[in-house]
């Protein structure tokens, strides 16, 4: 019916998934923003980091490894940095031959790239826990409490409900081009690149001009419905002490992280 | 009987110059439950967008006691509940319980009222677990029967239903049909299905090329074979 | 079906907090103008028309197309968002998108969100609207050539200015980053600019008044070609100045307090061999002709705003 890719949410009962949601965005940068202040090489702090992380995953009844098997999805950006391990002054660990030219790792090249590495694996991890334990428009909620304007997170409101439906029709005009999209035997098939992007430029015209009209249908039902250019929005979430209570925890453990770091 | 709806001489044209209603009138009084039919085309998706003043041609339309004027829209609108063909129009927000909420929201209801409303609309339309769902993970009948939803938590008046039926499995259209026949609301539901009418509707309108061709008791409408044949219309 | 990351999200980790806090500043500041302004333009209609049209954006970047050898393209969307529903209206559809991105996929990081925005959402929509801006009012032919250079210019300009980001945090070596990163997206760019070019020759075929007079399309400032230029300039001499030249860049940076000397090993590259694409000839002749095109087409557009605004000054009489 629909494509799952889209839904990130893992249903289960456990204390995590019970906390408000403002909580688990709040965690989530916290968290993230530790790890940007970490210096390079404090491996002691990663690890505690790592095990927070850990800690976190096994609270909310999702594996141990459940971030971990998910890590790797931005490794690829990795090689953007990799000339860092040329490029920095230091002692020289090894040098090797590529093409015509010689490079040489040095130790704090390799430091600065692996501690770069770290904490893009870790942040993405906590970020990859957030939509596993919270529910999409949870946290399009938290974020109009911490004072995201309201016209973007109605966009984003919007965008994910609407992604669904326009998804589906992508599906079937991309169907619809795979049936046509025969092969001969012994001909060459496939069209020239720019044959391609046509056909997707026409796709997306199409899909364009759908989504403006339905727009338009959607903008009638929000009319029938008593809007007048005013948007309200209602949150059904409550914090309770045992979101005030895990937050402190939380942070006073990033504190610690952060002193482990600097110390 | 006091009169819902009352609808008098509407004329209206399209951009493009179509002529889309050609001098419709009627009424509606209370309790009544009436079935809107007729070929596609002939103007019956258009006459309900007059019905809550988002289309505007010549003529009037009064709602209780309330002529349709610029002024008084979202009072109107919180009194005629249209709900729409395509659910995905009608559920725009990403959960259950924010789509039925955004009427009462909008009619500047406090929260615990909202939420009150939210329930018994869920109630009325047998769909009290549904809360907390996503949109788009209902099933057809199901963004239906929400979508009714949405409209019955304002309390409006009149409710005014765009081909309910459509595209529903045998199982969700009894579900539905079940559903209309319970509330207890004055009713104007435009329809192919001939059979929905002959089971739910003792009146029925008949329009065809943007003008009212009949209007009157079902029995003696659907008897008349001439008249629906010269309007596209079949007997169940 | 399976969704990938892209090569122009930046995943948090890889900016340093100073260059990302100037990205959140640059963003929010910029954000806040387009809030205000859609809301004065577009009215009570704003809202469910930007959020179907980011779904359509969103939904839209899937249709991708096979390029070559394994990798295929597909669209960015900035250039055709701004140009479709306008310039503050395209941003702030297109943060919505990246915003989603993130969160949902972890597609760019939530802490450097604010420089992905930037560069994937406003300035792609500043060169998108403005080149657009400037032929509005000219022919289909016209009008749809300039939609496809724009387009190409503003996946450009996103690579250009996220290696900048990547260079000023020490995480790339500029003389790398920029050629790599030109280079790649110099063919996403086509792919972009025909899929920008036939969506809007659709569009423009079904829907002519959705991009005609009364349009938002047609109602932006002249402003904005100034901007779209002025960006499109800084993207076409930086590029190759950056590629070959990237010593004084580089004690510029440091001067500024932007990099630390000791970490990014600047001075003389004595013990470091660079990688051929900052010292060959061939680098240099593509950055030229390159240059030299995007000038001469920059000079044009130029050239028909100052014509437009000599127009309105004489009204006919």
Redesign the interface.
Known sequence: MHSDVFDRYHETESFIHRLDPRVKVAVTVAFILSNALLPDGTWLAFGFAWLFLLFINALSNLGIGFTFKRSFVALPFALVAITVLFSIPGKALTTFHFLFWDLTITDMGLLRFLSILVRSWLSVQMAILLVAVARFPDIVHALEHLRVPTILTTIIAFLYRYLFVLVDEVFRLLRAREARSAAEAGARSGGSVVWRARVAGNMAGQLFLRSYERSDRVYNAMLARGYTGHLLTINPHELHRVDYVTTALAFFVILLLQLIGWL | MTNVLHVQDLHYSYHDGHMALRGVSFELCEGEKVALVGPNGAGKSTLMLHLNGILNGQGDVTVGDKRIARDNLPAVRAMVGLVFQNPDDQLFSPTVFEDVAFGPLHMGLPKDEVTARVESALQAVRMSGFRDRLSHHLSVGEKKRIAIATVLSMNPQILVLDEPSAGLDPRARRTLINLLRELPITMLVSTHDMKLVEELFPRTIVMDEGMIVADGKTKEILADAKLLEAHGLEKP | ???S?A?L??????L??VV?LVCWVITIIT?SMA?SR??KSL??????????????I???Q???????GGTS?H?LGGA?AAI?LGPWAGM??M???I??Q?????DG???VMGANILNMGLITCIIGYGLYRSVSNGSRILKLTVAGIAAWLSVMAGALFTSLQ?WLS????LQ??IPAMLIVHALIG??EA??????????LQ??PD?LGENSESAKGSKGWVVAGIAISLIVVLLSPLASTNPDGLNRVAEDLGFINA????AGPFA???V??LANTSVSKIAAGTLGALAVLALTFFAGRALQKKSKTVNPKS
Do not use: C, W
Request: charged share 5%; hydrophobic share 60%.
């Open positions: 079906m399976h969704y990351p090569p999200h930046i995943p948090d980790g890889f340093t907090l990302s954000l809030i859609t809301n009215g009570e209609k704003q809202v469910p028309l930007m959020g179907v049209m980011a779904a359509f969103f939904a839209a899937m249709i991708n197309f096979p390029v070559a393209g669209l055709l479709m702030l559809v943060t919505a998108v915003a989603v993130a969160l949902l996929f972890q990081g939530l802490l990547l020490g995480t790339s070596q790398v980053v086509l792919g025909v899929v920008t070019v036939t969506a809007l020759s659709f569009v079904a829907r959705l000791a970490k990014s090993g013990g470091y061999v990688p051929f």
